[in-house]
């Protein structure tokens, strides 16, 4: 894949090629190897930093820079020359669970509230985006489209329910935009994504206590797609649909001390949700741009997380009956001068997790974005584009009341979301 992008992009001079090569490939490990949760579920939206400030309002229609790959590849038909962005993402979510009358599995000590199973982590994004002829775009996006991270104090009171939940993805994205004419452009992309899955608790033996790890990876494929019509000279509103992307991950659970017997191959089949996406792009005036998103996830389909044994057995089932989401973001640019434009938004992004539903291992609720960014021309070559936001994220009740080995596990989390973001972009 590296040998293609070299002999595609023939920049001028091989030291510019090296550092292109050498940044997608870190971009692509970095990509499996760092996951948080705080969007809905265990979806990430922050695939660029330029529509970050905006909390991405809009984002399947602005085509400002390579990240509309992501979001919509119709996009690309509004991009001249050719364009490499990368973008890094700091994320710290927080959640805090506070008992509220949990009881211990049977013969064992409650033990403490867990900690902050939160932690710092760095999420990139890479685009490069080409003009093969005057109508057609071609582009790669490399990123982590879902990630999940919980991990508790080990001796916590939960540890019968969850202790660590890891998800991992790395999405290619080959995309190419067609400009039908003046009013309409499509644009169409596949993915190459892959998934690794970690899940630990502690295993109650009544008379002592073991652990658990269960892992198991996979790679699966879908596609997007996206329309851009553009309504007036400043108006343009864009339409995009991702695919879902099924993964049968393969792997083992591995039990430990004194129930090592137990351990041995297991898979379980995970389907990654679907979304549709509409959005509105208006530049005002010379000053000031508005922007508005509503985006639908199929979340239905995770109706159950199921592990089971090569000979078939189920070793461990949780429901889950998630619902369909909306998230919704209006948002809007100041252009300041010609070199610094500023941007604004907010949004409400829905839970699907039902309270009677709800487990340590994924404890969201609906939360609410503000979101603030700035763009910074530094010359007609190289942008600098920045943003922050803050999640304001409901308290999430739960009341996982299991068997009497497991006990109950009952309370609130307290949860929260920081992230800021910083991204490059170069056109030539």
Known sequence: MWSTIWHTIKLKGRTMQLRLLALAG???????????????????????????????????????DASTIFFNPAGMAYLQGRQIVGALHAIRPSAKFDNAGSIAGFGRPLGDEGG????????????????????????????APFGLKTDFDSDWMGRFQADKSELKTININPSLSFRVNDQLSLGFGVSAMRAEAELTRTVNLVAAESAVKIEG????????????????????????YRSR????????????????????????????????????????????????????????????????????????????????TMRYSVGANYRYNDAWKLRIGVA??????????????????DRVWLALGAGWQMSEATKLDFGYAHLFVKDASIDDNQTP??????GDFENQVNILSAQFTYSF
């Not at 699966?220 to 995009?240: E, H, M, P, S, V």
């Not at 389907?271 to 010379?286: A, M, V």
């Open 26 to 64: 870190i971009t692509g490990l970095m990509c499996a190897h760092v996951t948080p949760s705080h969007a809905a579920g265990f979806a990430l939206i922050e695939q660029s930093a330029s529509g970050m400030g905006n909390a991405f309002a809009g984002a399947a229609a602005s085509a400002e």
């Open 116 to 143: 902050d199973a939160g932690s710092l982590a760095f999420v990139p994004n890479f685009y490069y985006s080409m003009e093969f002829s005057p109508a057609i775009r071609l582009g790669l996006g490399i990123n």
């Open 217 to 240: 990876d996979d790679w699966g494929l879908g596609y997007n797609l996206g329309a851009i019509l553009q309504a007036t000279q400043d108006t343009r509103i864009g339409i995009a």
């Open 245 to 324: 992307v099924i993964q049968h991950l393969d792997g083992k659970a591995k039990f430990d001390a004194p129930i090592t017997a137990l351990s041995g191959n297991v898979k379980a089949d995970v389907t990654l949700p679907e979304t549709l996406s509409i959005s509105l792009f208006s530049r005002l005036n010379e000053r000031w741009d508005i922007m508005a998103d509503a985006t639908w996830t199929r979340w239905n389909r995770f109706e159950k997380l199921e592990v089971v044994r090569d000979s078939g057995a189920t070793l461990a089932l949780t429901p889950e009956n998630w619902e369909n």
């Open 348 to 365: 409400h992004d829905e839970e699907p997790i039902k309270d009677e539903f709800r487990t340590a291992r994924i404890p969201g609720e």
């Open 405 to 410: 080995v497991n006990g109950r596990l009952r």
